[in-house]
């Protein structure tokens, strides 16, 4: 079955920059896109970008553009995400998720990595 | 880009329907049919409840249902079971091949 597990709770201090992957199972990695969701503490969803596994083609949500970065590393189906320059405002839980390829949803998701941003 | 649109709260006693709308623009929902709605429960990952406007993923039941007008999706959940009470998000692709979510509704089982 489809599986997609994230990496450990992480806590930063301001300025610093956080590294969070997302290990797929139970399908073909390189045939779905992986997209970032955030949600802060009380908040809704905030879309973050994709990556296409199989060509490491990116985009991202202009708010996070020069300080996000997806990467992926195929042979071991792992997505990745890392945030830079993390201020207060960027504590939440991140989410991977695949993208359904015949549509625009997001049919599976990880179990979420909570980052804490603390002096 | 701003988020999409929706209710903050709604609610409904169990066996009553309730509608959550979603409000977009032409550069999002309305200009796609590719609107899907997420189910999430208190301390969950969000679940795919319908997507492409009106369909259903396998195993959702079919009392939760979609549909669209113009800049407006709606999600209805007919029925209503105490196990329904969760956070619903909308969620829509968008002209700049990005995504965008709604602010999210609180639905309470009286």
């Known amino acids: 079955q489809v599986q997609l597990v994230q990496s450990g709770a992480e806590v930063k201090e301001p300025g610093a920059s956080v590294k969070v992957s997302c290990k797929a199972s139970?399908?073909?990695?390189?045939?779905?896109?992986m997209h970032w969701v955030r949600q802060a503490p009380g908040q809704g969803l905030e879309w973050m970008g994709w990556?296409?596994?199989?060509?490491?083609?990116?985009n991202y949500a202009q708010k996070f553009q020069g300080r996000v970065t997806m990467t992926r590393d195929t042979s071991i189906s792992t997505a990745y995400m890392e945030l830079s320059r993390l201020r207060s405002d960027d504590m939440a839980v991140y989410y991977c998720?695949?993208?359904?390829?015949?549509?625009?949803?997001?049919?599976?998701w990880g179990q979420g990595t909570l980052v804490t941003v603390s002096s | 880009q701003s988020a999409l649109t929706q209710p903050a709260s709604v609610s409904g006693s169990p066996g009553q329907s309730i509608t959550i709308s979603c409000t977009g623009t032409?550069?999002?929902?309305?200009?796609?049919?590719?609107v899907s709605w997420y189910q999430q429960h208190p301390g969950k990952a969000p679940k795919l409840m319908i997507y492409?406007?009106?369909k259903r993923p396998s195993g959702v039941s079919n009392r939760f249902s979609g549909s669209k007008s113009g800049n407006t999706a709606s999600l209805t959940i007919s029925g209503l079971h105490a196990e329904d009470e969760a956070d619903y998000y909308c969620?829509?692709?968008?002209?700049?091949?990005?995504?965008?979510f709604g602010g999210g509704t609180k639905l309470t089982v009286l």
């Open positions: 998720a695949r993208e359904y390829p015949y549509s625009k949803e997001f049919d599976y």
């Open positions: 139970g399908y073909t990695f390189t045939g779905y896109s």
């Open positions: 990556i296409n596994p199989n060509s490491g083609a990116t």
């Open positions: 032409s550069s999002d929902v309305g200009g796609y049919n590719y």
């Open positions: 492409d406007v009106r």
């Open positions: 969620g829509s692709y968008t002209n700049t091949t990005t995504w965008i």
